[in-house]
């Protein structure tokens, strides 16, 4: 501690010791409003009526209360269809990714195991090694013909090698023993990790589990790539997205005039209302479910960061 | 179960097998059969990887023929580096390596700049159901998808929307700013919003750094005499120096990726100039105009100045590590 000199002039310790935590608090409540406020605006204009929406100026309550955008939104057949699509896909993704990752990391965290350096440089270097949009594009629209099928929401998906790496990384720190116990008592490979290890993974499995399923919920550039022409594929990001693109254009093109869109608007809700109300029913899983699980996503992200 | 010493379990089976001590020489046959499980539970991710992993490469050739929609069918022609210099005088391709190389750097300096920022304002807290709350409202954007994101920020930044009236009740501009159709505002409102998706997470590692900080040197720096912010300077901030060096230099390596879905989503006619980087190129080349040549070609060359600058960046990183920061 050489840089810290005594200081004979520290001056009243106390002031400084009231004042700071003040100016600080009150500066983390306003980046905690700052953080908070465009999703609370977002609900808000949703849940306003679309032609006053349009004027702007809503803050953090509707100014004129409506639900006409969730009625427009939820009387409309594909809404449903791709709230389908998109939990079909994120739960089938998420199943299948944990069972091959999960696999490997058992494999790979086992010593002995002949090929395990060679797999694992194989599989690590593809974090490194990318071929781009366009051969990932050519092999799969045109070679192994997914497009325009639901499996191109699954087959794409189904490894990670960085959750890989976090799985391992927990089933190393296990103990030696459990396995070797059940392998004396006669169980094969199999055997010990479905029975001994998958078990005792649950914590770094529900994890990587939040992280898959949220990446995979998240996800609209593969609709747009591959299914975009298929209406019964579309999933609710990419209806956001396709919303969203129309409303930048309009936004754009009209000079961002105000009158230019109201004339537009002759409809109780309007494109602006609807937008938002499709933001807030995308985002909502997430937002329900997030307070609860926080913990396991920071978890993961230590247990990542040590070893990633 | 009891185990003994060596954590054998003290049962029957162990004294006969002897598993600790395998035969002298096990024939690589034996070895083989005995791993037969571990070869299938790896054998799905290994077929998975050479398939969108490595096979893909191979599509690299394509840099090299004249590939398009029309001469996909009957295979197309090599064409030498025809692509490349092609690539090399097209006055988009060099604007989207300027603005991806310009979004990357404010988002690196500036991202770094405010998690640093936070995790010390956070270290400082004391109430804990605050410091949590705090910490679970900063998180919460990055599990949005950029989709809403961007959906948010066009509410904010329209000319009649919050930010503007904010500005303009301060007195800070005299008339509504066109935030979203100005090429100029385009790379820093990218940054903004990275920042506000990205801040609390990106400061989860310096957060965790600082709580390994040995306590005693707060107090030692306290007994010194050593104010709030000349315990910040002198304790917390050469505390998380390594970690700074090493996030930097791995971020360095990534100056390649300023991200593509905010830039693609965010962008329109008016600031095409500042927002197309080059991976907007590369799907605008290869899937909306089909030419994939060329579009790989682009493509290519980020991949390999992307690798060298990781594998610079490792080096360096390593270097460090033996050198200075241990």
Partial sequence: MTAVTYNKKAKKPMQQDVVFPIVNGIFLCILMFVTLFPVINTVAISFNDGIDAVRGGIGLWPRKFSAEAYKTLLADKLTWNAFGISVA?????????????????????????????????????????????????????????????????IIPTMFSCFNMIVIRTYINGLPEALAESARIDGANDMRIFWQIIFPLCTPVLATVALFVAVGSWNQWFDTQLYCGSKKYLHTLQYLLKMKLATSMNTANAANASVDALASQAAAKSTPITIRCAITVVSALPILVVYPFLQRYFVTGMVLGGVKG | MVFSERGIPMTGAAYEIQPMQPAKKKSIWKTLWDQKWLMVMSIPVLLYVM?????????????????????????????????????????YFWLGIRNTLAMSVINLVFGTLASILLAILLNEVRNRTFKRTVQTVTYLPHFLSMVIVVGMA???????????????????????????GEGKYFWFLVGIINIWKEVGWNSIIY????????????????????????????VTLPGIKSTFVVLLIMNIGHLMEAGFEIQYLLGNKQVYDFSQTIDVFVLEYGIQNNKYGRAIAAGMFKSVVGIILLFAANFVAKKLDEDTLI
């Fill in chain 1, 89 to 153: 896909r994120t739960v089938i993704t998420t199943l299948t990714n944990l069972l091959f990752t999960s696999m490997l990391a058992f494999a790979l965290s086992r010593k002995e195991y002949v090929f395990g350096k060679f797999i694992t440089l194989a599989v690590v270097l593809t974090m490194y090694v990318n071929a781009g949009l366009i051969p990932n594009y050519l092999l799969i629209h045109r070679t192994l013909k997914l497009s325009k099928t639901f499996w191109v929401y």
């Fill in chain 2, 51 to 91: 398939l969108f992993n490595y096979y893909p490469l191979w599509g690299w050739r394509y840099a090299f023929q004249n590939l398009d929609i029309s001469t996909i069918k009957k295979g197309a022609d090599w064409i030498g580096f025809g692509n490349f210099e092609w690539l090399f005088n097209e006055k």
């Fill in chain 2, 154 to 180: 066009q509410n904010m930044f329209v000319s009649d929307g919050p930010v503007n009236q904010l500005l303009l009740s301060a007195k800070i501009i005299d008339k509504p700013v066109w935030w979203l």
């Fill in chain 2, 207 to 234: 957060i965790s750094t600082m709580t390994s900080i040995d306590p005693t040197l707060y107090e030692a720096a306290a007994i010194d005499g050593a104010g709030r912010f000349q315990r910040i300077l002198h």
